[in-house]
């Protein structure tokens, strides 16, 4: 099983709503990510968890708020956002250490913020 | 992270090899080359990586010059499902414990024409 799942696949909210997206994987990696990538630009880090601990945060606003249950799970918790963080938001996996450190992307949740 | 150039676009006849090069002159000796591949609306998809020797899984063929300054993605024979923005990225070899996220530059867009 070489699959990130993310859902949902698509999420609509208003600036006063709070969701959750979530992202799942089973390859036993350790390190996970958000990415955000607005329309026709590259991915941009958000937040790196390592061995369920947040390791890297890309000065993001505290609107967006990163937890690791377990080594399996990552979720972004969304609380009033502006329309301007609508984009499509990644989530990607990797090997803590060693030689194979690919990240594996999941297929991301597109987020339309009204 | 060393600091990547790629040509903005590039298109490639259909069955014809896709050649995309990889400026990164700033690369340190333990800096791997990574590329990743994303087809419009998806995840970002690992394709190959290297260090200093030339490299070929079932997807490309990496080749790295002597001086590691530059390197270029070769699909042997592209389809047009071969069409997205191609990534490469240098990116340091993960430490015990830690993780390396992948900090992706604009790409090159690949168009393969019927």
């Known amino acids: 099983d070489t699959e990130v799942t993310q859902t949902p696949k698509h999420l609509v909210m208003g600036m006063t709503n709070k969701k959750s997206l979530k992202c799942e994987q089973h390859?036993?990696?350790?390190?996970m990510y958000w990415y955000k990538q607005k329309a026709k630009k590259p991915p941009e880090l958000m937040f790196v968890?390592?061995?369920?601990?947040?390791?890297i945060n890309e000065s993001v606003p505290s609107r967006f708020s990163p937890e690791c249950p377990n080594s399996s799970l990552l979720n972004l918790h969304l609380h009033a956002l502006q329309p301007e963080d609508s984009a499509l938001y990644l989530c990607?996996?990797?090997?803590?250490?060693?030689?194979?450190?690919?990240?594996?992307f999941g297929q991301g949740t597109r987020l339309t913020v009204v | 992270d060393a600091k990547t150039t790629q040509p903005p676009s590039m298109d490639c006849a259909e069955g014809r090899a896709a050649n995309l090069p990889c400026n990164h002159s700033?690369?340190?000796?333990?800096?791997?080359v990574y590329w990743y591949r994303q087809i419009h609306s998806q995840g970002p998809q690992y394709i190959i990586h290297?260090?200093?020797n030339n490299e070929t899984n079932e997807m490309a063929s990496l080749i790295i010059t002597e001086d590691r300054k530059s390197s270029t993605l070769i699909l042997p024979h592209a389809t047009l499902r071969d069409t997205a923005v191609y990534y490469c990225?240098?990116?340091?070899?993960?430490?015990?414990?830690?993780?390396?996220?992948?900090?992706f530059g604009s790409g090159t867009q690949l168009t393969v024409l019927p």
């Open positions: 990607a996996s990797s090997q803590g250490r060693g030689a194979r450190t690919e990240a594996f």
């Open positions: 390859m036993g990696h350790r390190a």
């Open positions: 968890y390592s061995y369920e601990k947040l390791s």
């Open positions: 700033t690369i340190s000796g333990n800096e791997y």
């Open positions: 290297g260090l200093k």
């Open positions: 990225i240098g990116r340091r070899s993960i430490s015990s414990g830690s993780a390396r996220q992948l900090t």
